[in-house]
Nanobody, 126 residues
Framework: QVQLVESGGGLVQAGDSLRLSCAVSGRISGNYAMGWFRQAPGKEREFVAT????????FYTDSMKGRFNISRDNAKSTVFLQMNSLKPEDTAVYYC???????????????????WGQGTQVTVSS
């Protein structure tokens, strides 16, 4: 069991930057991946980015590669999502997720993750 607590969400204006944090507790094995997903009202949950806990390999949705960056601090047991040049369409609840994933092909699949945080709201105004 892994516990995840997101923080850092809030109300910002278009063009601003925001960094989300995910505090991780519990036992994490070497093959764990930490992911960020988001869900806007009336829309399906969307993959944002993921990072492997051991090696720090990252994966992104193509449309977000230039603006979003995922990182982690293993010593502090924290995963970050740096979001730049925010747009109104980035407005959503952002979730941190964790799971012992087996390959890159499922990193973007929300159903492949076992543990989830409660989410943090990000609202971007125009």
């Amino acid at each position: 069991q892994v516990q995840l607590v997101e923080s850092g969400g809030g109300l910002v204006q278009a063009g601003d930057s925001l960094r989300l944090s995910c505090a991780v507790s519990g036992r994490i094995s070497g093959n764990y991946a930490m992911g960020w997903f988001r869900q806007a009202p009336g829309k399906e949950r969307e993959f944002v980015a993921t990072i492997t806990w051991r090696g720090g390999k990252t994966f992104y949705t193509d449309s977000m590669k230039g603006r979003f960056n995922i990182s982690r601090d293993n010593a502090k047991s924290t995963v970050f999502l740096q979001m730049n040049s925010l747009k109104p369409e980035d407005t959503a609840v952002y979730y941190c997720a964790a799971g012992p994933l087996n390959g890159a092909s499922i990193y973007g699949n929300a159903r492949a993750y076992e543990d989830w945080g409660q989410g943090t709201q990000v609202t971007v105004s125009s």
